[in-house]
């Protein structure tokens, strides 16, 4: 079975400061990974994926077969990061979402 | 616009009546999915998609029933509403590209409320 498990529910960081985001997962394959975000009053989307290896927004994520994580990281959180993170593990043709973190960035 | 639309974004119902929320995408995505998601909480896959008559119950047990006889348009059913059923309803489309893989692309989602 695949399962995503994301630990903290909401995570309130000051503006300029370093904020990760963890996020597990478990799978008995090899599964492509995603993080989506959704912002206020608006729909889900993503953010970036395991594969492209990019930086968006000044966020990056790095699989970590070996720990099964894919924590979202951003070195200077800004206040327009507030939003929902969901973490998603595709897998068996289907999406497997996390529970979402919250999070709030605060001047 | 290549999007994928839902509606309606509100419904407020009684119990017992019969409902249905339309999804419909313009994307010619194959792969299509319904989510439950209560507020603060993950994303439920209950329904999903292949393609034109191939549909398949997700993991979170519903009872909600889907349709899918047009690649496009992928209804979600619910012959008699229940307070139980109060939550948001998420739809999404999904394709394989070559330069980038699949992405999952999601609707605005409706608020059904049962009273």
Sequence with gaps: AQRVTQPEKLLSVFKGAPVELKCNYSYSGSPELFWYVQYSRQRLQLLLRHISRESIKGFTADLNKGETSFHLKKPFAQEEDSAMYYCALRGWGKFQFGAGTQVVVTP | ?115
């Design chain 2, 1 to 115: 616009e290549a999007d994928i639309y839902q509606t309606p974004r509100y419904l407020v119902i009684g119990t017992g009546k019969k409902i249905t929320l339309e999804c419909s995408q313009t994307m010619g995505h194959d792969k299509m999915y319904w989510y439950q998601q209560d507020p603060g909480m993950e994303l439920h896959l209950i329904h999903y998609s292949y393609g034109v008559n191939s549909t398949e119950k997700g993991d979170l047990s519903s009872e909600s029933t889907v349709s899918r006889i047009r690649t496009e348009h992928f209804p979600l059913t619910l012959e008699s509403a229940r307070p139980s059923h109060t939550s948001q309803y998420l739809c999404a489309s999904s394709a394989y590209r070559e330069e980038v893989g699949t992405e999952a692309f999601f609707g605005q989602g409706t608020r059904l409320t049962v009273v």
